[in-house]
């Protein structure tokens, strides 16, 4: 490929290898940020709905907020009988009510459990090995990303 003679060609120096490596004058030195403003503040949904309910209400002889005009409507629903008001302000001012779980955690043997699941107890204790091995393999590199997913295949 031949050079431009415009002059218009990349003249920034390509860098061959691994040039952030530890100690390379381009890489982070420590206890520097890669993005020293953090991350962008953004307006959420949540703040955009507080500013407008903290507004008064145009043309209201009470002066009343949106938020003020919204619970009293909600109040007068839930007193002619609106079930859906009525747990709305209780969820609310009360708190949403706990669910009851039923959870058995029978604490099973390993083996019962392989029995249950249709495992072979030869094939669970092969791969209890095989990721053992894999522990023992990146504990002794340092290399913990590895490990993980070596147990997840």
């Not at 507004?55 to 009343?64: F, I, Q, S, T, Y």
Request: a neutral charge; charged letters at 30%; proline letters at 4%.
């Amino acid at each position: 490929m031949a050079k431009k003679e415009s002059g218009t060609e990349n003249s920034a120096k390509t860098v061959r290898g691994r040039p952030f490596q530890k100690g390379h004058k381009h890489a982070w030195q420590p206890g520097q940020s890669g993005n020293p403003g953090g991350r962008p503040k953004t307006r959420d949904l949540a703040e955009a709905y507080r500013e407008q309910l903290a507004k008064v209400l145009a043309n209201d002889p009470e002066g009343r907020t949106f938020a003020q005009v919204i619970a009293e409507t909600m109040i007068l629903q839930a007193a002619r009988g609106s079930v859906g008001a009525a747990r709305e302000i209780a969820d609310r001012v009360l708190g949403k009510p706990r669910q009851a779980l039923d959870i058995d955690i029978t604490l099973l043997d390993w083996r019962e459990l392989a029995r249950i699941n249709g495992l072979d107890i030869r094939d669970v204790i092969a791969e209890a090995k095989r990721i053992i091995a894999a522990e023992e393999s990146a504990n002794a590199s340092g290399d913990a990303e590895s490990l993980s997913s070596t147990i997840i295949e």
